[in-house]
Nanobody
Framework: QVQLVESGGGSVQAGGSLRLSCAAS????????MGWFRQAPGKEREGVAA???????SYADSVKGRFTISQDNAKNTLYLQMNSLKPEDTAMYYC??????????????????WGQGTQVTVSS
């Protein structure tokens, strides 16, 4: 079955960087829209970044210019490089896979499979 396992979270100071990874298994990796979402306590889950099967990317306005989504099809792995981190980036981060494509890439409704999440904490 489809499995998504996130790693790379941790605690950093504001201005620091982290790279999240999402290892996918149970299916042929390429050809699907993949996304990163986050959820802070008391807040709704929000789309952070997505990469569709054609390589097109989408970002939330709050992370544009700071976060970069990428993937390595040979390693079945999705990445999220996060630079210039801010305290408001603190959240649980999840990777997700859509059924195939994702016309609304930052909408959680597009995604069928989810990882368990990795915590990112940014201190001021």
């Amino acid at each position: 079955q489809v499995q998504l396992v996130e790693s790379g979270g941790g605690s950093v100071q504001a201005g620091g960087s982290l790279r999240l990874s999402c290892a996918a298994s149970g299916y042929t990796y390429s050809g699907y829209c993949m996304g990163w979402f986050r959820q802070a306590p008391g807040k709704e889950r929000e789309g952070v970044a997505a990469i569709d099967s054609d390589g097109s990317t989408s970002y939330a306005d709050s992370v544009k210019g700071r976060f970069t989504i990428s993937q390595d099809n040979a390693k079945n792995t999705l990445y999220l490089q996060m630079n210039s981190l801010k305290p408001e980036d603190t959240a649980m981060y999840y990777c997700a896979r859509a059924w195939v494509r994702c016309p609304a890439p930052l909408s959680a409704y597009e995604y069928w499979y989810w990882g368990q999440g990795t915590q990112v904490t940014v201190s001021s």
